[in-house]
């Protein structure tokens, strides 16, 4: 007799191709008996490119799963979706900045898509002044809409304005105005509306 989790997960591996939305509270939740198991299948996933098994690396009591997440990232595209993970899962378990670094870096680099890549990563890394600040600078030099529009997300997280990036919050006015703003296609508007922002913050 298995516990839910491990059935959940086992089904979900069982699916063709790889899949987002595995639980990361998934080592927690499984008997002490279905331990090794769920290991050895984590490890073989990952190894064979679900990259999605990157959050439960670092939990693996067989190997070392942070030194094979950095051998990972060494290997893989510096700005690909796959890095971008693995620099997440890594910062979220060490809270070393060089991994936060790194995601910062995909940021600015050209290709829209690897800076979406980045920026859904860093909105899973927490709040701070320093990504704050990373956000502001890049609302207002991107010149992809999208971007710019998760970047003020950033911002307004970071000011404890929303409460989850990640997901669709209805906001109050003016925060609701000054999001849009904040990502408008054009730059001096941008800048105005980030400006009003932080006065309102300074209040």
Wanted: with cysteine; charged share 35%; proline share 2%.
């Amino acid at each position: 007799m298995h516990s839910n989790a491990y059935n959940e997960f086992i089904q979900k591996v069982k699916t063709d191709g790889y899949i987002q939305g595995y639980n990361s509270k998934l080592f927690e939740l499984i008997l002490p008996q279905e331990r090794d198991d769920i290991e050895q299948i984590v490890e073989e996933k990952f190894n064979n490119g679900d990259y999605e098994m990157a959050i439960f690396m670092p939990k693996l009591s067989n190997i070392d799963g942070i030194r094979k997440l950095d051998e990972k990232a060494q290997i893989l595209k510096k700005t690909s979706y796959a890095y971008c993970e693995i620099m997440y899962v890594l910062y979220i378990a060490t809270d070393k900045e060089n991994y936060l670094d790194e995601l910062i870096y995909v940021l600015k680099c050209d290709n829209d898509d690897e800076r979406m890549n980045a920026v859904m990563s860093l909105l899973r890394c927490g709040k701070s002044k320093k990504l704050y600040k990373v956000y502001k600078e890049q609302c207002i030099s991107d010149e992809e809409e999208d971007v710019r529009s998760r970047c003020a997300i950033g911002m307004l997280y970071c000011q404890n304005i929303i409460k989850y990036p990640l997901n669709i919050e209805v906001l109050e006015q003016p925060w609701r105005r000054l999001k849009i703003e904040m990502y408008d296609n054009n730059k001096e508007d941008r800048i105005k509306a980030i400006q009003e922002f932080e006065k309102l913050l300074n209040k």
